[in-house]
């Protein structure tokens, strides 16, 4: 048998002939040791395991306070969370439905949803509408250096509250002026602030002027925009975001000193062109286990994608419904906290934990598919696919219930990936059963082919590679 290059990201292109590469709920991870039986292996993303539970939902924001309390906002409601789980209402804000943002300065937080915004008092348990004529709204707030940082919609304009106070002076502003466009968005991040316009963003830094302490840093513009005001994150010492200029837009972008780097792939951006309104777009980031990942999520289309710093390849996150549909994934908002990696629920009020030795979504079914690269003769000859083998970690059947003899589901196109043959199952391993083999036989013939693995078991999984034994045939 020989091997063929089955473990890899998702790439499926505008052309399923092309590419029609599908990685979901698995991320690939390259080898570090330099002697790996495979130069890199697809491993399971983390299920959710019940941390906390909100009375309202869906989950709009959370925040680690400190190492004990964490801010959690679900339903236009406003929750305190104890690092054990414990939840207690402190107020609410209003009929706001969508992600709120929140900053701390270390004793209050402030919290904007666009057109409102509310200081918390956490050690006080109260929250304060604010209410001065001076704010008129903002959708993105951040801290630096003593000050909260805000928007201002429907402008240029971005606001500061008092040093180490939330008191807010209208004469208290600074315009983004390299570009006419309005601003979108902003993040706080190695102590500058990044302004996102619509088509152009720029970078302000901390001067210690008496009238206005924030100045630009002269050569710190970039003519490339925000798409989406939630799509900005940080991650890795960098900044990332989805972004828009006077061309386009849909590009994924993360920041290479104060020049924008793409990271999203042709396919990845065909997908984003087909969703249609992509201003929804959310993101969050978190790390876990030397991997740094970016998760977007486009809530009208149903999808998310997360880009792996540490290899920077892409694949799918998704929750699966009752009708086996796939959906975006549960997190809505993330935050670290308690020692985990916390996010919430953006249907439900419930907290979830990420964990790599949990195999479900909190009780449902997590979809791991690969589809690996075509599989074609140079010359497009018939092949005779005589057996097909995936090298992964077998034996991982749990004692009882579903998972006790884990299954793997094997189906192939021989059009190019645009339709799929009927399902083949195979055992891969009742516990302890770790010589099994997942391996296929008696696969048919084509010019073309496309294999596509799914296991839905709640089982560990870690697929390493793939042989195939293939006969030649007529032209």
């Given at each position: 048998m020989a091997q063929f290059p089955f473990i890899g990201a998702a790439y499926a292109a505008r052309s399923a002939n092309f590419d029609a590469q599908v990685c979901v709920n698995l991320y690939p991870e390259v080898s570090g040791s330099g002697s790996s039986k495979s130069p890199a292996a697809l491993i399971g993303t983390p299920g959710l395991t019940l941390f906390a539970t909100l009375p309202t939902g869906g989950v709009q924001g959370l925040l680690r306070f400190s190492a004990a309390l964490a801010v959690a906002v679900a339903g236009g409601v406003v929750y305190l969370v104890s690092s054990a789980g414990a939840v207690e209402q402190i107020g609410t804000i209003g009929s706001a439905s969508g992600p709120v943002s929140m900053a701390s300065n270390g004793t209050q937080v402030m919290l904007v949803t666009g057109p409102a915004g509310y200081v918390i008092d956490p050690a006080a348990k109260t929250i304060t509408a604010i209410s001065t004529d001076a704010f008129s709204g903002a959708d993105r707030v951040d801290f630096v250096d003593g000050y909260f940082v805000f928007n201002q919609p429907g402008t240029g304009k971005f606001q500061i509250t008092g040093l180490y106070?939330?008191?807010?002076?209208?004469?208290?502003?600074a315009t983004a002026e390299g570009s006419p466009d309005l601003l979108v968005s902003l993040i706080v991040d190695h102590r500058e602030l990044w302004l996102f316009g619509e088509t152009s963003t720029e970078v302000f830094f901390d001067s210690g002027n008496s009238d206005f302490p924030f100045e630009r840093i002269q050569g710190a513009f970039m003519e490339h925009g925000c798409a989406a005001a939630q799509s900005v994150a940080k991650l890795d010492n960098s900044v990332f975001w989805m972004?828009?200029?006077?061309?386009?837009?849909?590009?994924?972008?993360?920041?290479?000193?104060?020049?924008?780097?793409?990271?999203s792939t042709h396919a990845l951006e065909s997908a984003i062109e087909s969703y249609g309104d992509i201003s929804d777009a959310i993101a969050w980031t978190y790390q876990q286990e030397g991997h740094a990942f970016y998760v977007l999520t486009f809530p009208s289309a149903g999808r998310t994608w997360c880009f792996d710093a540490a290899t920077s390849l892409w694949h799918e996150r998704a929750w699966h419904d009752a009708d086996g549909v796939q959906q975006r994934h549960r997190g809505a908002c993330h935050m670290a906290f308690a020692g985990r990696n916390i996010v919430g629920d953006w249907e439900s009020g419930r907290l979830y934990a990420l964990d790599l030795d949990a195999y479900t979504d909190n009780g449902d079914a997590i979809h791991r598919v690969r589809a690996a690269s075509h599989i074609a003769a140079p010359d497009y000859q018939l092949q005779f696919f005589r057996a097909l083998q995936i090298d992964m970690e077998t034996g991982v059947g749990l004692q009882d219930g579903q998972g006790a003899d884990p299954q793997a589901m094997l189906q192939w196109s021989d059009d190019g990936g645009h339709t799929w043959s009927n399902e083949h199952w195979v055992s891969i391993g009742k516990a302890g059963q770790h010589k099994a083999r997942a391996r296929w036989r008696r696969l048919g013939r084509s010019r073309d082919r496309v294999f596509r693995v799914t296991i839905t078991d709640p089982v560990k999984i870690c697929l390493i590679g793939a042989s195939v034994e293939v006969g030649a045939g007529g032209a």
């Amino acid at each position: 048998m020989a091997q063929f290059p089955f473990i890899g990201a998702a790439y499926a292109a505008r052309s399923a002939n092309f590419d029609a590469q599908v990685c979901v709920n698995l991320y690939p991870e390259v080898s570090g040791s330099g002697s790996s039986k495979s130069p890199a292996a697809l491993i399971g993303t983390p299920g959710l395991t019940l941390f906390a539970t909100l009375p309202t939902g869906g989950v709009q924001g959370l925040l680690r306070f400190s190492a004990a309390l964490a801010v959690a906002v679900a339903g236009g409601v406003v929750y305190l969370v104890s690092s054990a789980g414990a939840v207690e209402q402190i107020g609410t804000i209003g009929s706001a439905s969508g992600p709120v943002s929140m900053a701390s300065n270390g004793t209050q937080v402030m919290l904007v949803t666009g057109p409102a915004g509310y200081v918390i008092d956490p050690a006080a348990k109260t929250i304060t509408a604010i209410s001065t004529d001076a704010f008129s709204g903002a959708d993105r707030v951040d801290f630096v250096d003593g000050y909260f940082v805000f928007n201002q919609p429907g402008t240029g304009k971005f606001q500061i509250t008092g040093l180490y106070n939330t008191a807010i002076d209208g004469l208290d502003f600074a315009t983004a002026e390299g570009s006419p466009d309005l601003l979108v968005s902003l993040i706080v991040d190695h102590r500058e602030l990044w302004l996102f316009g619509e088509t152009s963003t720029e970078v302000f830094f901390d001067s210690g002027n008496s009238d206005f302490p924030f100045e630009r840093i002269q050569g710190a513009f970039m003519e490339h925009g925000c798409a989406a005001a939630q799509s900005v994150a940080k991650l890795d010492n960098s900044v990332f975001w989805m972004g828009a200029d006077d061309k386009g837009r849909g590009i994924v972008f993360r920041a290479q000193g104060y020049v924008p780097q793409r990271i999203s792939t042709h396919a990845l951006e065909s997908a984003i062109e087909s969703y249609g309104d992509i201003s929804d777009a959310i993101a969050w980031t978190y790390q876990q286990e030397g991997h740094a990942f970016y998760v977007l999520t486009f809530p009208s289309a149903g999808r998310t994608w997360c880009f792996d710093a540490a290899t920077s390849l892409w694949h799918e996150r998704a929750w699966h419904d009752a009708d086996g549909v796939q959906q975006r994934h549960r997190g809505a908002c993330h935050m670290a906290f308690a020692g985990r990696n916390i996010v919430g629920d953006w249907e439900s009020g419930r907290l979830y934990a990420l964990d790599l030795d949990a195999y479900t979504d909190n009780g449902d079914a997590i979809h791991r598919v690969r589809a690996a690269s075509h599989i074609a003769a140079p010359d497009y000859q018939l092949q005779f696919f005589r057996a097909l083998q995936i090298d992964m970690e077998t034996g991982v059947g749990l004692q009882d219930g579903q998972g006790a003899d884990p299954q793997a589901m094997l189906q192939w196109s021989d059009d190019g990936g645009h339709t799929w043959s009927n399902e083949h199952w195979v055992s891969i391993g009742k516990a302890g059963q770790h010589k099994a083999r997942a391996r296929w036989r008696r696969l048919g013939r084509s010019r073309d082919r496309v294999f596509r693995v799914t296991i839905t078991d709640p089982v560990k999984i870690c697929l390493i590679g793939a042989s195939v034994e293939v006969g030649a045939g007529g032209a």
